[in-house]
């Protein structure tokens, strides 16, 4: 399909598209571990939430570890929780110079572009959107946040060095993902919400458009996350990346970021995922629901979701309510 046309026509369809993967695992019995190892496994999952929820889309891991461990990255792995990177692996220009640009396969990689192919054959009803990290985030992930945040202004040749070569990775593996059969990818770049305008527009936007540019077509759009608390300040760098639509965190007052995005674009967000879906109850996710859509429905541009990806143990429950207030809403 032309995901293009599909996009001018979503918020229409009054269906909400939130981060929703990882409590896949209460529906199949899967831990954590062996989900995010296999690509086959992550399809089941995949297909476990379509057929309990009717998403808009049905959207892969939101793993923000994969593609640094890809690059040598430890990583720490839990049964209940998303696996996080755990050190640093860049720290000068030895280490840099030392860094190689890893194959589009290597660790897990490859498995995340199975997740794909296999769950297209399961998923037929809707489309199916990959998830990737954004380049800043994945720098900061080589090379640690703080130090990271420190390095653009101490040493920004380091940094842009480091986003060069994860750049070249990431048009590599996004373009596998899209080749797998990829209706869009959601794009992951919380790391740049914490950057100043001027940081953001040398650090992340410049590279985030040529990602786009370079893997984007008619049959694969990008969504751009990002969930930091500054994204109001930094429209004009967001809006900057080219991406056709936006899916911004609970940090934020999401019915004034609309005000601010053109109404030819779409707008997601914002229900908080760990204070509702994993911490709260049945009743206060509808309350955060309905007073998201309160807020925002107004706009022809909006489509609720989650403010992030959802944590793999959130209870079922509060995941229907929010659903639930979805359908009450638009009744």
Excluded at 26 to 35: A, N, S
Excluded at 139 to 166: N, S, W
């Amino acid at each position: 399909m032309s995901m293009i046309n599909w996009l001018q026509t979503a918020a229409a369809q009054k269906k909400p598209l939130p981060i929703l993967s990882f409590p896949g695992i209460q529906l199949t019995g899967i831990k954590v571990p062996e989900l995010v190892r296999s690509g086959r496994r992550q399809a089941e999952c995949m297909k476990a939430v379509a057929g309990r929820w009717n998403t808009l889309a049905s959207v892969s891991l939101m793993d923000l570890s994969v593609e640094a461990e890809a690059f040598g990255s430890p990583v720490k792995f839990s049964d209940d929780e998303v696996p996080s990177v755990t050190g640093a692996i860049v720290t000068d220009e030895d280490s840099l110079e030392a860094l190689n640009v890893p194959a589009v396969g290597n660790a897990r990689t490859g498995e995340y572009v199975q997740t794909i192919s296999e769950a297209k054959k399961l998923i037929a009803d809707r489309p199916v959107f990959a998830g990737a990290i954004g380049p800043f985030s994945l720098a900061g992930r080589l090379m640690d946040m703080t130090e990271i945040m420190m390095l653009c202004y101490e040493e920004p040749d380091l940094v842009h060095g480091v986003l060069e070569k994860v750049t070249q990775f990431l048009i590599a593996y996004n373009t596998a993902l899209r080749d797998a059969g990829a209706d869009g990818i959601i794009m992951a770049e919380p790391a740049a919400g914490m950057l100043s305008p001027a940081l953001m527009g040398e650090f992340s936007t410049p590279y985030v458009k040529r990602i786009i540019e370079a893997v984007e077509t008619d049959g694969c759009v990008f969504i751009y996350h990002n969930c930091g608390n500054s994204t109001l300040s930094l429209t004009k760098e967001i809006l900057g990346t080219g991406a056709r639509a936006f899916h911004f965190g609970n940090a934020i007052d999401l019915s004034e970021m609309l005000k601010l995005i053109p109404s030819d674009k779409l707008v997601m967000g914002n229900v908080d995922p760990a204070g509702q879906f994993r911490n709260g109850t049945p009743e206060s996710v509808r309350e955060a629901t309905l007073a998201v859509l309160d807020k925002c429905a107004q706009y022809p541009n909006f489509i609720l979701s989650s403010g992030c990806d959802i944590p793999p143990v959130s209870p079922i429950e509060n995941i229907d309510a929010f659903f639930a207030a979805a359908t009450e809403f638009y009744r």
